[in-house]
């Protein structure tokens, strides 16, 4: 009797543990596909109410040309947008997480404004380029190498700042510590970019769903790492910003609940000592909102900071 007991309570923590396993391996293919597999749905654009949209409006008048490289195998595809006066600086705007460069024409109008050159790429797994998987800036940082080793063929003269707004935040200060990142990147802008793609998304499992990291974010990262190559801690802004050398300006809203504001202040303190940096505190602006809080405070402190790094006018 006692032997019969023992062989059904076996059989029971057998049976639970082989359906904890089957359902977390669901949830972890699930949640695979929500955070990594490309999602062509229309993204979310600036709408006519905001303060910046007339900045929306006057990017859709100016001429384009499109550009393409191809990269890791990928053909990547790009908005060029030439200055209204020659000049050899550029800036490439790279945008965020299931979001496409038409996304960021608010920012391209920013800085066509200024007086720069604008390179608006699609990240691989976006909008116009191919890809199946969105990478949280691990292979994406390659990719604004590679966009910004072009316009430097095109053009040796040219100078260059990488301007990143949420996940195109995190990419660019990723691509800050490659020593494949040309010399002619002379800057770096990060608009409410994480520290690193493990701790933003064991964030938004407690934040939005209430999951725990245990076991489900490891899982997801495991998987992450079996189909693409790479664990969610490997894609870093920290470890980069511990090497970059470049001027750096750091914005973020204080009333960003999608990245922690939290994050801001560790991405600021991560930054190689005797680096120069900048940062700017919205208040009042979530989640990449800073802009359209306080367009005059923004549209200012990145104009001076561009006049120190690399000044259209030399």
């Not at 303060?51 to 990928?74: A, E």
């Not at 797994?125 to 949280?136: P, Y």
């Not at 090497?243 to 009333?255: A, C, E, M, T, W």
């Not at 202040?265 to 909102?289: C, D, F, M, Q």
């Amino acid at each position: 009797m006692k032997n019969t007991k023992k062989i059904w309570v076996w059989r029971l923590i057998i049976g639970i543990f082989v359906l904890a396993i089957i359902v977390n391996l669901g949830a972890t293919l699930y949640f695979y596909r929500v955070a990594c597999v490309r999602n062509d749905t229309p993204v979310a654009q600036v709408k006519s109410s905001s303060p910046t949209y007339h900045l929306v409006k006057k990017f859709d008048q100016l001429t384009k040309s499109t550009q393409t490289i191809t990269n890791d195998g990928l053909k990547l595809d790009a908005w060029y947008v030439p200055a209204a006066v020659s000049t050899d600086k550029t800036v490439i705007v790279v945008h965020g997480f299931r979001q496409n460069k038409s996304a960021m024409r608010q920012y391209g109008q920013l800085f066509h404004e200024l007086g720069y050159n604008v390179l608006m790429p699609d990240n691989r797994g976006a909008g116009a380029s191919e890809g199946d998987f969105i990478t949280f800036g691990y292979h994406d940082k390659s990719d604004v190498i590679a966009w910004a080793k072009f316009l430097t063929a095109k053009n040796p003269q040219s100078q260059i700042t990488l301007y990143g707004l949420s996940m195109g935040a995190a990419t660019v200060m990723m691509a800050s510590g490659e020593s494949g990142l040309p010399s002619s990147v002379k800057n770096i802008i990060e608009d409410c970019g994480y520290t690193n793609a493990w701790d933003e998304i064991v964030y938004q499992a407690k934040a939005s769903y209430n999951i725990p990291a245990f076991p489900l974010v490891y899982s997801v990262s495991l998987e992450s790492k079996l189909r693409q190559g790479w664990f969610f801690q490997e894609a870093s802004s920290t470890k980069a910003l511990a090497v970059n050398k470049l001027p750096i300006l750091l914005i973020h809203g204080s009333k960003d609940t999608y990245v922690p504001t939290s994050m801001l202040e560790e991405n600021y303190k991560a930054v190689k000592s005797g680096t120069p940096k900048e940062k700017l505190l919205i208040k009042g602006a979530t989640h990449a909102r800073s802009f359209q809080t306080n367009p005059s405070l923004y549209r200012a402190t990145i104009s001076q900071f561009m006049d120190k790094y690399n000044p259209v006018k030399n």
